[in-house]
């Protein structure tokens, strides 16, 4: 049995999920890929109210495995994309009902922009950098496209995407596609953490949903739709315990005395 290349802790209702494979700068190998599986199995508990993604220094993630899909001649199946597993590990990290945040403290590139981009929260130092290095291979972002065309503009990346060109954690988070920008990426990660910490679970949950709404709904339809929702928070048993400790001035019972 080789080295595990993703691990997971849990403390406090956090879950911390670490790519460790440095030696190919967590590059997304079938292995890393389905160790992330098997780490998202243990997030996704009820015990977890928010999930970190982290990596071993140097980079973040270096996109696909190039070596393993040369040797796999372009066969899905023998590579971290078959049967579709990358897909899905991106799939997760957005409709798990925790937040998820990325901890990025190194360069990403190609595929690990797309894991970074699945997450709800981004935290990058401002010395990390981006590339879509896709066409330079003559491939294309085809599957990664799906959540960073959910987070950004196509306009904002069409130059990116078709030259491949490099860009620094500023112009990330002018186009959105990253949200914080921090000298000390874990203060601000845990900072994050300890604010969903206070908020109640089912309302956290009801919140990471409506952000990924289809916004196609007709605007009067929508209004219901959260009128409905609003009301349900409000009447439920987390709804009631928040407000009466708010006017009785003391903590939620979801938030743990120090």
Known sequence: MGKTLVRVAVSRGIATITLDSPENRNALSMQLVEDLHSALDRAEQDDVRVIVLD?????????????????????????STGPNRMSLAMSRLRS???????????????????????????VVQPTADFAFTEVRIG???????????????????????????????????????VTHVSDDVDATVMSLCEGVLRGGPIAVAATKAMLHRSMSE????ALATMSVLSDALF???????????????????WVEEA
């Open 218 to 221: 007709p605007f009067d339809d």
């Open 55 to 79: 990596h071993m220094a140097p980079a973040f993630c270096a996109g696909a495995d190039l070596k393993e899909r040369t040797a796999a001649g372009g066969n899905p199946a023998a590579s």
């Open 139 to 177: 491939v294309a972002p085809a599957v990664i496209s799906v959540p960073i065309l959910r987070r950004v503009g196509w306009s904002a990346v069409a130059g990116p995407f078709l030259t491949g060109e490099r860009f620094d954690a500023a112009e990330a988070r002018r186009i959105g596609l």
């Open 235 to 253: 009447a439920s048993p987390e709804g009631q315990e928040g407000m009466r400790s708010f006017l009785e001035k003391r903590p939620p019972s």
């Open 96 to 122: 798990a009902k925790q937040p998820t945040i990325a901890a990025v403290k190194g360069p990403a590139r190609a595929g690990g922009i797309g894991l970074m981009a699945s997450c709800d929260l981004v």
